[in-house]
């Protein structure tokens, strides 16, 4: 064991045990270490008998194990999961109040390190999350040396691996405020760490570990920054910094009850942190949102941006009010349990190590910081109540603007349509009469003219009935045209035409087949905020001979499909059929999906 | 008296950084997090005599564990006590404060002291393979040297937090059971 009495004669440690790539310095050491990680998760009653049913603490075999993996599929017979990595045993529980239980993490670690992580685990209605280890061995040695500079590494382990581990037990409601307060990264939650040492080499008064230098660095690798350092009546070292405390005493456990609450009001104070930083995020929205209704008259999508904006501030203030409500009750509970404990509190020691962290003021200080911000998320809630009011004035305005362009539109259109009737009855009487003379000609073309006496028949007809001949051809040649050209259109025309809102996953390889087998004709492409609507049309039968298709028969047939590329979804198709009657509805519903299941389109 | 680790930071930050010659001048500053980036590229070449551990640092992308040296801390501190760079706090959009460094007047005199030895090593560290000099920026909830002649980017390995093996036991302490109500 290196003598780290001597600051000044720094020993370079080998590494073991370890993939540290540099030389640590090793200057105080502690002996014995047990660990106190405290964090605050909004809970409340439910959520306790929630998290006891999950645990599976009311179960006659008090074991458990537990895993991130989401059935899907319940009520299937089997299934395959990876390994399973959390194994939990119940030690203590109240339905509605606590539970504790001890945890084993087999998370994978690099080649060469081998951890064994089991910690105790506290969870109770005030949204108090202690979790306890006893170092028994680190880097190789023995609980006798713990070094700092190992001890900083184990500890960002424990407070990533918890963190995983709580993830699998909290319920979507709890993962969502987590999220909301620490921006989406909850996963990186900051905890309070509070060593409890029996010993430590050197061994100097509190005072002298703060030199500035060495010790002092070393000791801001667990504390961060230093708040105060105390010696207690009984000899105890009490360092405290503001993300961890370290207490060296020959007896830490007559301390244990106030480094737990310590503890947890130090993590309740990150946590109040965040959240007041997420507030003012949230004024900053505010402030966006009314500067794009300012503008919704210059930006077209100013309005929709303002609304989707709007609805996502709003959700997020009324989930923030929420827990608010959580912070409030546990601060209150927090108030009370403190009174009835420092009663039971005997000992000169502890109570001087509990005044000199002022666990009292510091309560009081969290109710006062909760309530402080219920007045900061009031105002919000009644700005964004202004702005969706504004927002609501803006849209009724852009509504009625909208509704007086649609009546231009459609006074403009009806005079168009009038127009277009006058045009086409003349287009249509024109088409007779060219009709008539194209008969007329066919006559003559045959006849060799249209006079009575080129014809040169013997005996007969008069030139007047050769002339009502000619009329009658003349009539009969239009109609048949006439005929012809309406069967023609109708058969340019589609006949049945199908809408199906499909709203589906899709497989964007599948999908990328399914299209390379088609030719598409037309694509359209939407780009509108997070959204990429794509439409695209192909046709079979698209040539004069019409083949026999599966599904859709010797039929001309035209799909339109909408989908989003960022979404992944497929939206609705129009399908257009020729030949009214020959096929249903459901026909040409089932030959469509039949297209998309066959090759594995929908995800 | 400055130390060589101290030498080496203040010639590196006045790489990185320029104090105003004129009014109408503007100040160059380095971040902080791109600065700590250096710091534990140089801890890793050797180039200084710190250690590092993990710590709980907030970026703009949340919180995330990072190798940050508390000696490096110290004498950046240090230097500040001396007057050879100035400290800049300015608060971000997530309303977080950050701390930025320049160096001072008296720093760029004090560089003139520093050996050419003690320069050389930090040039190489800095110093891409292109010949440009690599900087360190924050994207993503990474942390890249990049380097704006040749384009070349990697992320930093400060964000790599390493293991220890370690065997610990359970341990739940006493928490006295308090009622949940007064009226309880």
């Known amino acids: 064991m290196p003598d780290a009495k001597d600051a000044k004669g720094k020993e370079l440690v080998a590494q073991q045990a370890s993939n540290i790539k540099d030389e640590l310095n090793e200057v105080i050491v502690l002996k014995d270490v047990r660990l106190l990680i405290g964090e605050y998760i909004p809970f409340g009653v439910n959520h306790i008998v929630a998290f006891n049913t999950k645990l599976g603490s009311f179960m006659r075999v008090k074991s458990a194990l537990l895993t991130q993996v989401v059935d899907d599929d319940p009520g299937g017979m089997q299934f395959e999961i990876p390994a399973v990595l959390t194994e939990v045993l119940i030690k203590k529980f109240d339905k509605n109040d606590f539970v504790d239980f001890e945890a084993t993490i087999h998370y994978p670690e690099p080649p060469g390190i081998v951890q064994e992580e089991h910690f105790g685990v506290h969870v109770d209605y005030t949204g108090k999350i202690l979790y306890g280890l006893d170092l028994i061995e680190i880097a190789g040695r023995g609980k006798d040396h713990v070094s700092l500079d190992h001890l900083s590494r184990v500890l960002a382990d424990i407070i990533q691996d918890s963190s995983q581990m709580m993830g699998t037990l909290l319920t979507d409601y709890q993962r969502k405020l987590l999220d909301l307060t620490y921006f989406g990264k909850s996963e990186n939650r900051d905890k309070y760490t509070f060593v409890l040492a029996q010993g430590a080499v050197p061994l100097v008064p509190a005072k002298e570990y703060l030199d500035g230098e060495d010790r002092e660095n070393e000791l801001r690798q667990i504390l961060e920054t230093f708040q105060d350092v105390f010696d207690l009546a009984d000899g105890s070292k009490l360092l405290v910094g503001t993300h961890g405390t370290i207490l060296v005493s020959k007896d830490p456990t007559k301390y244990e009850y106030i480094a737990t609450e310590y503890s947890f009001l130090m993590s309740m104070d990150i946590f109040i942190q965040n959240f007041f930083s997420r507030l003012f995020m949230m004024n900053d929205c505010v402030k966006d949102i009314r500067t794009l209704i300012d503008k919704s008259e210059e930006d077209p999508n100013a309005v929709d941006k303002a609304q989707s904006e709007l609805s996502q501030t709003t959700g997020d203030a009324i989930l923030l009010k929420e827990l608010l409500e959580y912070l409030r009750e546990s601060t209150i509970a927090l108030g009370r349990e403190w009174e009835i404990c420092e009663k039971g509190m005997s000992d000169p020691s502890v109570k001087d190590a509990a005044l000199k962290l002022g666990i009292k003021t510091r309560i009081k200080a969290a109710r006062d910081q909760v309530l402080d911000m219920e007045h900061v998320i009031d105002g919000l809630l009644r700005s964004l109540e202004g702005l969706s009011a504004m927002n609501e004035t803006i849209n009724q305005h852009q509504m009625r603007h909208f509704q007086e362009t649609l009546e231009e539109n459609a006074r403009s259109m009806e005079n168009v349509a009038k127009a277009g009737e006058r045009t086409s009855a003349g287009v249509e009487i024109m088409e007779i009469i060219l009709s008539g003379t194209l008969a007329l000609d066919l006559v003559a073309l045959f006849t060799g003219g249209l006079q009575f006496p080129n014809l040169g028949l013997e005996g007969g007809l008069d030139a007047l009935a050769w002339a009502l001949i000619s009329v009658g051809f003349w009539v009969i040649g239009s109609v048949l045209l006439f005929l012809a050209m309406k069967w023609l259109g109708d058969r340019a025309e589609p006949a049945l035409v199908v809408r199906l809102k499909l709203n589906r996953k899709y497989n964007p390889k599948n999908l990328k087949a399914f299209m390379e087998k088609r030719e598409i004709t037309t694509q359209d492409l939407d780009l509108y905020s997070t959204l990429a609507r794509k439409k695209v049309m192909w046709k079979y039968n698209d040539s004069l001979f019409w083949e026999e298709l599966p599904g859709w028969g010797k039929r001309k047939v035209i799909i339109n499909l909408a989908y989003d590329e960022n979404t992944k979804f497929l939206l609705n198709a129009l399908v257009e059929v020729q030949f009214p009657g020959e096929m249903k509805i459901s026909e040409v519903r089932e030959a469509f999906m039949a297209e998309l299941k066959d090759e594995k389109v929908f995800g | ?184």
């Open chain 2, 1 to 184: 008296m400055p130390t060589t680790d101290q030498n080496r930071l203040l010639y590196m930050i006045s790489l990185y950084s320029r104090p105003s010659e004129k009014d109408d001048e503007k100040v160059v500053w380095v971040r902080e997090m791109a600065l700590r980036a250096l710091m534990y590229e140089g801890i890793v070449k050797k180039v200084f005599s710190w250690d590092y551990a993990p710590a709980s640092v907030l970026t703009a992308e949340g919180r995330c564990f990072m190798n940050i040296s508390q000696e490096g801390e110290d004498d950046i501190n240090d230097l500040r006590e001396l007057g050879l760079i100035n400290a800049l706090k300015l608060s971000t959009s997530r309303h977080y404060y950050i701390t930025a460094y320049c160096v001072s007047k008296n720093g760029l005199t004090e560089l003139a002291k520093i050996s050419k030895d003690d320069k050389d090593v930090i040039d190489e560290l800095v110093k891409c393979k292109c010949g440009g000099n690599v900087k360190a920026e924050e994207k993503d909830g990474q942390v890249l040297l990049t380097c704006d002649s040749c384009k070349a980017k990697q992320p930093s390995g400060m964000m790599e937090v390493e293991d220890v093996s370690y065997v610990s036991k359970a341990y739940i302490p006493y928490l006295p059971v308090v009622p949940r109500r007064e009226d309880a």
